[in-house]
Each structure stands twice: as C-alpha cells, then as structure tokens.
C-alpha cells in the first residue's frame, strides 16, 4: 500500500477505473478516535482529475502506509467462468471509454447465457430463451435486451444514437454483476452452504 501523502498512488480509480489514476489531496490531514480515546486514524480526502470522483484512505499513523481506502476498487468474483470473468473486468476497467465498456457488458451477458446451454441463434434469441426457461425473469430479460441494444449501437456505430456516458456504463456494468451474481455466485455460495465448505 501507498503512504498517506498528497498523492494517492492505487492502480485505477474506483469511481472511472482509470489506470494510474491522479488522486491528489483536497485538504490537510484530520485525525479521528473512537469514544474510549482508542483506534486512532489519520484520514485523507482524495479527488481523481479524471472524473471528480472522491476517495478516501486512512493510515493508523500520520504520513503512514495506507490501511485502506474507500471506495475500493471493484473485483469480479473468482467462482465466475473464465471467460464471463474477464469480459466483466475488463467492462469494470473501462469504465472511462464507456463505448467500449458496453461491448464488453454485452459479451459478458453473452458468455453467461452460453456456459448455462443456451449456445444457439443470436444473443436476442438466447434471452429470449433464458427467460422463457425461467433461468431469468422477465425483467431481467429486458434489461439484458437493453445492454444488448446499447452495444450494437456501439458496434455498428449508429448514426442516430448519442455516445453512452459513464453513468451509461456504470449501469450496464450493475446489470451484468447482477447476472452474475444470479446465475454463478449464488449458487456456488448456497452449494458451499450446503456441502459445509463455507470459510
């Protein structure tokens, strides 16, 4: 971890997943306690010059290493498949060319669908069929349709659709973790549940 200092040095930006992002310090560092006088914290208050986006980070000693920082950067989880895996990080990496993070939402959703047996006809007609084989609902299904929608525009560059913005791209990243979260992490948790291999 980096030291508490003016600049903080983390590998992207939690807020636009910048790489190397500048995060400088807005104000001078403040100290807290707890209420019995105990588990003191040097806190700073980070701005990245991409986005605006605040962070902060706290070190148990003035001008220390640092403990932690908030908003941490977001990770996909290790139980998704491989490929699923790394389109939705590198959909989360890309945060900041959001055209491009919306292909790869897209291709996350699509690779999902596939590694559940839905591998026919087109990604239209792969939801379709998720959703009438009730692997997601209705509502999800048109969601995914929207994500699906705002990357063809992307991929075939149309004409009369506006370039997506951050927040277009934060959303489709929710909806693919969401997914994800529905249709691999739940499981594997409700299985380690099950079998007793929960850490």
């Known amino acids: 971890m980096p030291n508490l200092d003016d600049y903080l040095k983390i590998p992207r930006c939690p807020h636009c997943s910048v790489d190397q992002?500048?995060?400088?310090?807005?104000?001078?560092?403040?100290?807290?306690?707890?209420?019995?006088?105990?588990d003191?914290?040097?806190?700073?208050?980070?701005?990245?010059?991409?986005?605006g986006g605040v962070v902060t980070a706290f070190s148990p000693y003035q001008n220390g290493y640092v403990h932690n920082f908030y908003p941490e950067a977001s990770k996909?989880?290790?139980?998704?498949?491989?490929?699923?895996?790394?389109?939705?990080?590198?959909?989360?990496?890309?945060?900041f060319a959001p055209a491009g993070s919306l292909m790869l939402c897209a291709s996350a959703v699509d690779s999902m669908?596939?590694?559940?047996?839905?591998s026919e006809g087109s990604l239209y007609?792969?939801?379709?069929?998720?959703?009438?084989?009730?692997?997601?609902t209705k509502d999800m299904s048109d969601w995914a349709?929207?994500?699906?929608?705002?990357?063809?525009?992307?991929?075939?560059?149309?004409?009369?659709?506006?370039?997506?913005?951050?927040e277009d791209a934060k959303k489709a990243i929710d909806?693919?973790?969401?997914?994800?979260?529905?249709?691999?992490?739940?499981?594997?948790?409700?299985?380690?549940?099950?079998?007793?291999?929960?850490?």
């Open 40 to 51: 003191t914290k040097f806190w700073q208050v980070y701005k990245c010059a991409r986005c």
């Open 76 to 95: 996909v989880d290790d139980v998704l498949p491989s490929k699923v895996k790394a389109y939705l990080q590198q959909a989360i990496d890309s945060t």
């Open 145 to 166: 349709h929207h994500v699906r929608l705002d990357a063809n525009d992307q991929r075939h560059a149309d004409e009369e659709s506006g370039l997506p913005t951050v």
């Open 113 to 118: 669908l596939k590694e559940k047996g839905h």
């Open 175 to 199: 909806f693919t973790k969401t997914l994800a979260e529905i249709l691999f992490i739940l499981p594997s948790r409700v299985n380690k549940g099950i079998t007793g291999t929960v850490s």
């Open 125 to 136: 007609s792969r939801i379709n069929k998720a959703a009438s084989e009730h692997l997601i």
């Open 21 to 38: 992002p500048n995060l400088y310090a807005l104000f001078k560092q403040f100290q807290t306690q707890a209420d019995n006088g105990g």
